[in-house]
Structure formats: structure tokens, C-alpha cells
């Protein structure tokens, strides 16, 4: 069996760890102390007193609440957790996709409707967006194939559907994604016309930023596998969408401070080419695994909330957020972070 063959029967979890060992323990050990010197620093400071909720914050929810497991008295709790947050948007799983781009709604989300209704009800203020998603190729197969026009044509269709069945938005989470994909770029292209037209949001989960220029090509050369996008293409990505949401975690930093760096990092990079009127979110690690992908200790929510602030600095823009991820795992000290750090933030 080539290494090739071997690579594409491990699991997608495997290489991705693969790929990361590669990319942080087989380049050369001196632009890796540099990063980690520089990670440090963005680390260090006093984030700005105004750096703290604009209302615009969001958090992913699981299957659950569209399926039927879930019932009035928990979108009551639901309320109850959000109320005097920033949140504004919710992301639930309405999917997943079909490898074709279709989507059974009524088979996989026969609660939609209800949940949407209860959420409205309780909440006016707040938004239901449909979580989208599927893995994709070329890095899995069988996986959705972006570049096949009559795909991009049933996400459209899909993607009418969940509004239709009265979500207030669409978003996309697709991965892996390479940078570079003008498949993905052409989907987004077509689904925003959609949304427009609509009035109302889409909106991605983002891949992070390349820690080092040019990383992503490095690991697809030597692994198959591209973890980060380019700058360019992050930019790219944001121009063609109404929010985006960095999944700011499993970024293998073995330390807290080396982790609040990177997001700060991420955040500044992710500034600096997102456009003005296109809202950018912070993903926040409310879930414990760990492993070399993802150290617990290290990816902390209080953590990644301060990078966030760091890296927005004293800006004055409003249409910036943080977005937990995931419901379903979030303890109540996740939540007091998200709390204490971002949403009653004093320095």
C-alpha cells in the first residue's frame, strides 16, 4: 500500500493531527520559537475597557433542539442562560447535508418549525440561523464535491428550504475547506444572491488563518490536508458572506498564554481583511477534549476571550463578536468566562 493510499484510509481525525505535528515539529526549530516569542507577546497587555460585547455574539447549538428531544421548558432554560448576554444569533443544526447537496429537512429537523416559533417567541430579539454543513473533497471521499455545479445547485435549493421553513439565516460550516477552493467561493456566491434577495444573513464557520505564511500549502504538500487558509483567501471568504465565524480551537498550543496569543493573532489577521460591513465572530472552546490537536488546559474560553480582546484592541468596530462553541457542551464555568471576560469585561 502507497503512503498515499495509507494516508486516505486513516481517519480524518488522525491526520489531522498528523498535519499538525508536521506543521509545528518538523519545520525548523527556530521560526517555531520566533512564533511562540511572538504568540507570547500578543498575549501580554491590558485589552481595552471597550473591548467587550457589541451585542453581536453568537453560540452553535446541537440537533437536538430541531429533532424533538428537546421541549418548551428547555427553550425556557435557553432564555434564561442567554438573558443579559450578547448573543444574538443562534446556529443550530438543521443538517447535516447529503454528499449530492440535498437536504431531507423534514426527515432530519421535524422540529424546526417549532423551535424557531418557540425562539421568536421567547426571544424576539434573537435570530435562528440553520447550520449547514458536510465534509468535503478532495480530503474525504465520499465527501461533497463543491466543484460540481449541480451540487452548488442543490446547497441553493437546501438552503432555500431552511428559509422557507422560516430560519432567519443560512450558515455554512464545510470542512475541510482548502484555501484556494473556488468551488466553495462559487457556492457562496450563488447562496448569498439567495439571502439577499431574502433579506436576511448568511454566515460561515471560518478555518483559521495561516499561524505562518504559506503554512497551508506546506501541510497540503507534504500531508494532503489544509488546515488553514491564507489570508487572501480568508478575505475572500468574508467578502462573499454577511458574518463569519472564526473556529478559533484546536490549534495545538500546548500553553494557555500560547493559545490567547493565537487568537489575538487570528483576531488582528482576521481584522485586517474582513470588510467593514461584514460582521467577524471568535469562536470560544466550550468543550474539553485533550489531545495534540487540542490541549484542555491550553484552550481555554477565558483565554480565548482575552485574545479576542487584545487583538480588537480600543477599535470602535461594532459588528464584532464571540461565538461559543458548542451548547451541548458548554458547562456553567464556560458561560461565567464568556460572562465575566467578554460580557461584563472591565480590563
Sequence with gaps: MSLVERWRGWSRRRRVLISLALAFFLLIPLPLGVLAVSLRLHYTGTPSAEARTRGEDAVWLGHAWVDGRKSAADVTALANQL????????????????????LPLATVSPKAR????????????????????????????????L??????????????????AGFDGVHFDFEPVRSGSKGYLAVLD?????????????????????????LHSFTIAITGHGKWWSQQYFGEVARRVDQIAVMSYDTAMPLESLYGGFVARQTKRALEVTPPDVDLLMGLPAYWE????????????????????LGLGDSDRQNFGVALYVDFTATPEHWDAYRKGWVAADG
Design 83 to 102: 438573558k443579559g448576554t450578547g448573543i444574538r444569533d443562534l446556529y443550530v443544526h438543521a443538517g447535516p447535508l447529503e454528499h449530492d447537496g440535498s
Design 147 to 164: 466543484d460540481d455545479p449541480a451540487v452548488r445547485d442543490r446547497v441553493t435549493a437546501s438552503s432555500a428550504a431552511v428559509l422557507e
Design 290 to 309: 485533550n489531545d495534540p490537536s487540542h490541549w484542555g488546559s491550553a484552550e481555554t474560553v477565558a483565554a480565548a476571550v482575552r485574545g479576542a480582546r
Design 190 to 214: 450563488q447562496v448569498h444572491a439567495l439571502t439577499e434577495a431574502r433579506d436576511v444573513p448568511l454566515s460561515v464557520a471560518a478555518a483559521q488563518i495561516d499561524p505562518v505564511r504559506g
Design 114 to 145: 417549532w423551535f424557531i416559533d418557540a425562539v421568536h417567541q421567547a426571544m424576539p430579539s434573537i435570530r435562528v440561523q440553520a447550520w449547514l454543513g458536510d465534509i468535503v473533497q478532495p480530503e474525504e471521499d465520499p465527501g461533497m464535491d
